[in-house]
């Protein structure tokens, strides 16, 4: 699997982090590993199984630890961190270095971080933006849109009409995340983040009038950077011999890097409003997600409990 990295300079604007020392620009320092590391053990003396792709943070205890150590078991330890080289080593609590930090760090040509955060929010807001950044991820041809807080992946053949369908639903107050390329990233076993890249952000493609700016045109409050998959809609032409789905008991799923969802397959023909049907069907999905299901009910009430599993 590709191998993906996230720049020092990216992560202390995100983490509104200053710099101590830094060997080159920050944008230059890359982190490939989405685990952030509090190194009490290596201050100890024990070094194995340490993993050295881990930004290594060192809060309160860490720091009091240290003081209360000579200044030669103190040299002693800390040069050993340093000597592991980890992509960076943030100081929390608005702690300024120790002297034996900077020419360590110096020595090294390891990068020294502080924040005025605590430790325990620092590493949560690392993880996070780490795990958004470092996310195993694929790009899919299609749209992306927010419709009634569910996002909804709109996939198709070119020109069946998915960006027609995602301007209907943004005049209808819904949001665009990301026309024709979307991004999509596994942030947790169950969850796929789906945006848009950053140079086509905010832009969808009309046949025969062109290139628009949602945000220009409709306002901020028509776009959204990213959001996570609830459903995924496909459209196709209509195709008159096929049978299509008219009852919704069975649900279809759609694997997305391991993850599946809910798939709906919709067909396609002249004078069907699919923003409607797309906003039926992000309703229909919330109201299945907490345990309710019509086709259910209506079979249960016709007594047909033994086709269905209730």
């Known amino acids: 699997m590709e191998q993906f990295y996230v720049t020092l300079e990216k992560l202390a604007q995100a983490a509104d982090l200053t710099v101590a020392y830094t060997p080159a620009p920050l944008r230059d320092c890359k982190v490939a590993s989405a685990e952030v590391h509090r190194p009490g053990l290596v201050l100890a003396g024990y070094y194995q199984y340490f993993d050295n792709k881990r930004i290594q943070i060192l809060g309160l205890t860490e720091f009091s630890y240290l003081k209360d150590l000579s200044p030669s078991a103190r ?91 995602a301007i209907e639903l943004v005049k209808r107050g819904h949001r665009l995340i990301a026309d024709d390329a979307v991004e999509l990233r596994k942030t947790g076993p169950h969850n796929i983040l789906g945006q848009a890249p950053a140079n086509i952000r905010h832009f969808i493609e009309l046949r025969g009038i062109g290139i628009i700016n949602v945000a220009r045109m409709f306002g901020v409050g028509a776009v959204k950077n990213s959001i996570e998959i609830e459903l995924v809609v496909q459209l196709e032409p209509w195709d008159r011999t096929k049978n299509y789905d008219r009852t919704g008991l069975e649900t279809e799923m759609y694997d997305i890097l391991g993850v599946k969802f809910p798939s709906l397959l919709i067909p396609v023909m002249p004078g069907r409003n699919l923003a409607i049907v797309l906003e039926t069907a992000a309703i229909n999905n919330r109201t299945k997600e907490m345990g309710y299901n019509a086709a259910k009910e209506l079979l249960g009430s016709l007594g047909l409990q033994d086709d269905i599993s209730l």
């Open 75 to 165: 040299a002693a330890h800390l040069a050993k961190l340093f000597s592991f080289k980890p992509p960076a080593i943030l100081l929390t609590h608005g702690m300024e270095p120790m002297p034996e930090m900077l020419a360590l760090a110096e020595r090294y040509g390891v990068p020294l971080l502080m924040s005025d955060e605590e430790t325990s929010g620092m590493l949560s807001r690392l993880v996070s933006l780490l795990n958004v950044e470092l996310a195993p991820r694929i790009t899919r041809h299609g749209v992306l849109v927010e419709v009634y807080g569910e996002g909804i992946l709109i996939l198709g053949d070119s020109g069946v009409g998915k960006s027609e369908t």
